[in-house]
């Protein structure tokens, strides 16, 4: 399988694993499933693992350290920083504002060196950006991290193009995080533009919908109450009913391709570009093994453009976040 170029510095497997839903949002799973999960992973090839100090808050930064020790020369590991973590509350009740002070970012990197049992962090994302500081500050003092030699490359995520162009006027950024999949599509609007004229790496995460285009979640009902998910607007009853015609949709187009609709949905971020590499999650051994097996589905150009046309984004309901989830994206 021909792997992936994220800005000059990082070359990975085209599909990367999500590891957030193994602690936070999702309703978590156990320590020892979680770590056969990692592990297959590696088994099979992937080599590009996601997580951040917010899920948990921690604790998926301790899981992936634990995890991916052994095989650590084998591994590429990214972590973010970026928002304030309150000492009280549970889970994303934690998380109190955005902090992107340069003082921060190197505070939370150390930390997170020390949770992931690692000497350097492969990958270094801004997890959002932050209005009160200059995005030249922050990359700035992300770029002294890498001239200690405490990170490899640097990322940014779900931000404009205009402030991916800054930031890369500071220190070259290898590769920008964001929404992306077939009804998620707010990156065509400029970011992927600045990604190909940069050689910048795109990194879409929910490629498939949060688990809506698989088609294994049809009801709120079937996740569970703490599950982050029915907070958002494409998880409300009404939203799913409506956007199941969608998805029956993509199923209809993967059952005549012989492959499944997350297949298929994948494969379809996969033929965008060659410089993105979607990092869908996965919790059980037999979905990973399935998303990893969509980086070998070959599709036409009419095949492409005839999925992404049936499944536009103006034909599902509901958007991506609330009010106040959109208040930190695209900054």
Known sequence: MQKRKLGTELTVFPVGLGCMGMSFAYGGQEEADAIATLHRAVDIGVDFFDTAEVYGPYENEILLGKALKPVRDRVKIATKFGFKISETGKGAERIAGVDSRPEHAKAVAEASLRRLDTDVIDLYYQHRVDPNVPIEDTVGAMAELVKEG???????SEVSAATLRRAHAVHPIAAVQSEYSLWSRDPEQGVLDVCRELGIGFVPYSPLGRGLLTGAIRKPDELGNDDWRLTLPRFQPEAMDANAKVVATLERFAAEKGV???????AWVLHQDDFIVPIPGARKIGHLEQNTAAAGIALSETEVAEIGNALSPDK???KRYTEAGFALVNG
């Open 150 to 156: 405490k990170v490899r490359a640097l990322g940014l």
């Open 260 to 266: 499944t609709a997350a297949q298929l949905a994948l």
């Open 316 to 318: 599902v309901i509901g």
